[in-house]
């Protein structure tokens, strides 16, 4: 590897959302029980839609892949945020730091596309109904799934290879709480200029063009919903969508704030980092269950199973 036969830097230190450790404690805490939501969040969206048959349906499909994608989302960041706060060193090797840059990268990739293909599935079902069965079946969904993965995949090799030949001579301080390549680029002694195009690409062309493909598609649901004469039949359609695009969101908004702007180390950016990589990981189970009435049923279905005498509305 180029990086370790050239650098002087073997490894950076990560100085995490305070330096003042008055609130680390705090915000360990505060984290951890986001961490603890999240996975308990995430996991009870899978168990229930794998159990419950009337959730066996292309839209909630690509749902459990979320749910997977935000633990394992969440897992690549929140664990060493944890550990950071709770350390007095706050050092990562460079290896590490690429390693983790890796995989947020490819998480938050994989998002980008399932949130498309969600978007796209939505716009099968309202706009085409009568051929939805034929147009979303099982081997197109399983296409749409595991193509999300490659593409994310291929856009952080290219990334990361690029990063992996970089030279770090004197700064090592990063400041922020995980190994996003926007953090670690300014760092960097040596001509950066191949891996800003890089980064560049990957949120114009991967970032803004599965937000085109959303936009696209909810263009035409809205119409399409606009034009349905029933006050009630409206409110049906768009009450599938209202979840989808809430979570599209708060997951595109902060996510083109944090790539798109320029990194200066300030609490903005750790903000919008935050948002897109902790908070909406924990946000979207709820996002979906309060809001869908057929996710709701399903839960309670699935307390009364396997907790006789619990339901939705009764404590157990």
Known sequence: ??????????????????????????????????????????????????????????????LSHLSFLDLCFSSVIVPRMLENLLSETKTISVRSCLTQGFFVFITAGTEGCLLAVMAYDRY?????????????????????????????????????????????????????????????????????????????????LHGLGTFLLVFLSYARVIATILSISSRSGRSKAFSTCSSHLTAVSFFYGSGFFRYLMPTSGSPLELIFSLQYSVVTPMLNPVIYSLKNKEVKAAVERTLRKHLPGCSWKKKC
């Open 1 to 62: 590897m180029a990086l370790g036969n050239h650098s002087t830097i073997t490894e950076f230190i990560l100085l995490g959302l305070s330096a003042d450790p008055r609130f680390q404690a705090p915000l360990f805490v505060l984290f951890l029980v986001i961490y603890l939501l999240t996975m308990s969040g995430n996991l009870m969206m899978l168990l229930v839609i794998r159990v419950d048959s009337h959730l066996h349906t292309p839209m909630y499909f690509f």
């Open 124 to 204: 099968a079902a309202i706009c085409h109904p009568l051929l939805y069965g034929q147009v979303m079946r099982k081997e197109l969904c399983l296409q749409l799934a595991w193509g999300s993965w490659v593409l994310a995949f291929l856009d952080a090799l290219q990334n990361i290879l690029v990063a992996m030949n970089l030279v770090f001579c004197e700064a090592q301080i990063i400041h922020h709480y995980s190994c996003e390549l926007p953090s670690l680029l300014p760092l960097s002694c040596s001509d950066i200029s191949r891996n800003i195009i890089a980064l560049l690409c990957s949120s114009l």
